[in-house]
């Protein structure tokens, strides 16, 4: 079968960094997404990596290694409204994208 | 640049009953779009696919059928509604210049009583 594992939960601080991992197992692999979703709303892209390594985006950095079939999204300078629901997503095929069940991150003052 | 239409935003319907949510897309052609349902607390199951008018890829085995009668609209629906039918259903299509990115709709919260 198919699947992607993340933890269901994850807590901090303000002005921390947080890593929240995702280990997949795919037929295929086209790629390694990560989408943020506060409550009630739609899921919006984060950031993607195809290759190995790393990806920058301001505060948010993502990672992959296609060896170890293992990501993690970085979250770093955290804000309140950083506190949202984090997916990560695989593309299996060019046309097929499977989502973990997603972690939640509160974030403390 | 591109925009998602889905209707109703919120919708009660009684067990048994049929269902129809439309999706209709705005400022791109031929794209590859998707339905997918969210439980509540729960992560998103990929329910279908389409690449092209007609071309429907069903992931889960269920009471519900897609069909994509023009380039630019979805339709999700289901003849006879279950409970476990609830939930927030996403129409999404694919972006990016290596298609690596997806744009969701608004979505449409589905309560079966």
């Known amino acids: 079968g198919q699947s992607l594992e993340q933890p269901s939960e994850v807590t901090a601080v303000e002005g921390a960094i947080v890593q929240i991992n995702c280990t997949y197992q795919t037929s295929g692999f086209y790629g390694l997404s990560w989408y943020q979703q506060h409550d009630g709303g739609a899921p919006t892209f984060l950031s993607y990596?195809?290759?190995?390594g790393l990806e920058e985006t301001g505060r948010f950095s993502s990672f992959l290694s296609r060896s170890d079939s293992y990501g993690y999204l970085l979250l770093q300078e955290l804000q309140m409204k950083d506190s949202a629901s984090y997916f990560c997503?695989?593309?299996?095929?060019?046309?097929?994208?499977?989502f973990g069940s997603g972690t939640r991150l509160s974030i403390r003052p | 640049s591109q925009t998602i239409h889905q209707w109703p935003a919120t919708l009660v319907q009684p067990v048994g009953s049929p269902l129809s949510l439309e999706c209709t897309v705005e400022g791109t052609s031929n794209p590859n779009l998707y339905w997918y349902r969210q439980a509540a607390g729960r992560g998103l199951q990929l329910l279908f696919y389409s690449v092209g008018i007609g071309q429907i890829s069903s992931e889960v085995p269920q009471n519900l059928s897609a069909s994509r009668p023009q380039d630019r609209q979805f339709i999700l629906s289901s003849k006879k509604l279950l409970l476990s039918d609830s939930g927030f259903y996403l129409c999404?299509?694919?972006?990016?210049?290596?298609?690596?990115?997806?744009?969701f709709g608004p979505g449409t919260r589905l309560t079966v009583l």
């Open positions: 990596n195809a290759l190995d």
């Open positions: 997503a695989v593309g299996s095929s060019a046309s097929k994208i499977i």
């Open positions: 999404a299509l694919l972006l990016g210049s290596s298609y690596n990115e997806q744009f």
